[in-house]
């Protein structure tokens, strides 16, 4: 008989996977659909990364509300989930009186006794290479950083662990309704049923909206372009340097990734929902930005450059509703920036809609907290030497640059969800993710990767379906023992 769900959620960027694990605690049947063929595909795996703290919310609007409800998950995701973000704090530069009483605001929607605005000799005691040309900072302490990948798999392991299924290469093309309560979520491999369904498909969430007969505004796609400087750079810059913002954006800013690189960008470009090319102009407006702030910026340390996709809406808000069709269908559009912030405030609110609906929310008697795999570049020697006591895989190093080993390799490759293409699993363990960006484990990674998921060369991925790294033979040994002349 065919399974029906409570929930079915679409898309497993930090959003449907915030949302799959806060209904994880609940007595629910949950099936979370991706089109990729992993988590974090999406808009998700290319930002800045950073937890806006309270004094970058936007006052009046849906994404202020739901960005202010979620500071308060994160210390429950450190417990829970075992994920720990890096508190950097920010600095908001002023150039001019104008910027100036900017800052004033910010303190003001910020609210915490602890946010001060600083001269500028003041401002580089905290950040020395800070450009000459500020008149004053407002520096919060309470901004965080993370890895957006690693906030995604928490999320995603945390739901999987208690019980939420995932499954990959599921594109969702439209919906159905069975008598007036289930509704059909129709894919190409085959279709599924539940009593509520979650579009939280990021930029396609729209279309999937107006598919279901409801009436969106066309969405508007804006690109974010990024430098990323290697780790040598590392207390370069310590906190998140932001401009004041301009009409369309946060600006460009600078800022320290939690595993220790410099991020620069990003800026704000017009753009198809599916162009995350870089340009030679877009990155120069990279550098011009970082540079007005940090006038020294080393961008010869640079060792990636990428771009993000902005979902955005005409009003600049998210919009969540209920389907006006299907009343157990609810849409996420435009969830923008601060969305990864936002991410537990949203899945909370959902979960307050769902209710609305009609579906029942009981409690587990009992919820799995997930426990992080060790990363071997961060423990001391002690614990080192500990977990190649207990496995010498510990000792078996893959990434030379991230010092990653062959224990972490296999653990990605068998968590649940799993990696199953390279780019999978650099954004699990950062394996390739280091200075050299794969030159040295690109090697022997493949054949790891082989023998543990028993394929073949032509088989490996780099990133979605048809990435394939390898296509063919170029040359053949023809007889390995021949003599040479
Ligand atoms: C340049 C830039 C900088 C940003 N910086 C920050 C920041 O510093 N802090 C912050 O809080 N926020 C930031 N944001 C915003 C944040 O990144 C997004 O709000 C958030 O990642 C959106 O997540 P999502 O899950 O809604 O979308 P996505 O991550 O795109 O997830 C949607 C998923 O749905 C899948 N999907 C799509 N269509 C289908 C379908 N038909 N069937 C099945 N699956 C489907 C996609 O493959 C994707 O995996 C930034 C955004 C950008 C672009």
């Known amino acids: 008989m065919k399974k029906i769900y409570d929930v079915i959620i679409i898309g497993g960027g930090v959003v449907g996977c915030a949302i799959a694990w806060f209904l994880s605690r609940f007595n629910l049947e949950i099936l979370l659909l991706e089109r990729e063929l992993d988590v974090c595909c999406g808009i998700s795996k290319a930002n800045t990364g950073i937890i806006h703290s309270r004094s ?42 104008d910027d100036l009483n900017y800052l004033k605001s910010l303190k003001k929607i910020g609210k915490y006794d602890d946010t001060e605005i ?47 299924e995932f499954q990959f290469n599921r594109l969702v093309e439209g919906f159905d309704l069975k008598n007036s309560k289930k ?51 590392q207390g370069f810059v310590k906190n998140i340097i932001y401009p004041v913002p301009s009409l369309v954006s946060k600006g460009i800013l600078v800022s320290p990734t939690p595993e ?28 011009a930005g970082a540079q007005k702030l940090i006038p020294r910026f080393p961008f010869d340390q640079t060792i990636q450059i990428f771009a993000g996709i902005r979902p955005t809406l005409p009003e600049r808000d998210f919009l969540i509703f209920v389907s006006k069709k299907y009343p157990g269908l609810i849409h996420l559009c435009g969830i923008e920036s601060p969305g990864l912030t936002a991410s537990p405030g949203i899945a909370e609110y959902v979960g307050e809609l769902l209710i609305q609906q009609g579906l029942s929310l009981k409690e587990k008697d009992q919820i799995i907290f997930r426990k992080a795999f060790p990363v071997f570049h961060d423990c001391d020697w002690k614990k080192r030497e500990d977990l190649i006591a207990q496995n010498p895989d510990w000792g078996h190093i893959v990434c030379r640059c991230e010092e990653v080993t062959l224990a972490e390799v296999k653990y990605a490759l068998n968590m649940n969800p799993p990696a ?30 082989m023998n543990q998921l028993n394929i073949s060369i032509q088989d490996l991925l780099k990133s979605g379906k048809n990435s394939n790294l390898f296509v063919g033979e170029t040359k053949k040994v023809v007889n390995a023992h021949a003599t040479p002349h």
């Open 118 to 164: 600083l001269s500028l000799q003041e401002s580089q005691i905290l950040e020395p290479n800070l450009s000459d040309r500020i008149i004053a900072t407002y520096y919060d302490p309470h901004a965080m950083v993370v890895s957006p990948f690693r906030l995604t798999l928490a999320f995603a392991e945390g739901a999987a662990l208690n019980g939420v």
């Open 56 to 97: 970058y919310l936007t006052p009046e609007t849906v994404k202020g509300e739901l960005h202010q409800r979620a500071l308060p998950w994160f210390p429950k995701i450190e417990k829970e989930l075992d994920f720990h973000p890096l508190v950097t704090g920010a600095l908001t530069v002023a150039f001019n009186r």
């Open 260 to 287: 220790g690189n410099i991020l620069a960008g990003p800026n704000f470009e017009s753009c198809y929902d599916d162009d995350t090319s870089t340009t030679f102009q877009g990155l120069n407006e990279v550098r």
């Open 183 to 233: 509704i059909i979520v129709k894919t190409p491999n085959e279709n599924y049923e539940a009593f509520f369904v979650v579009n939280a498909a990021g930029l396609s969430s729209t279309k999937l909206a107006q598919q279901s007969g409801d009436q969106v505004p066309t969405l508007s796609a804006f690109k974010g372009e990024y430098i990323l400087l290697d780790k040598e750079n």
């Open 420 to 449: 199953r293409t390279m780019d999978g699993l650099k954004r699990r363990i950062r394996v390739t993710a280091g200075r050299c960006q794969g030159s040295f484990c690109q090697m022997h990674l493949p054949s790891i990767v």
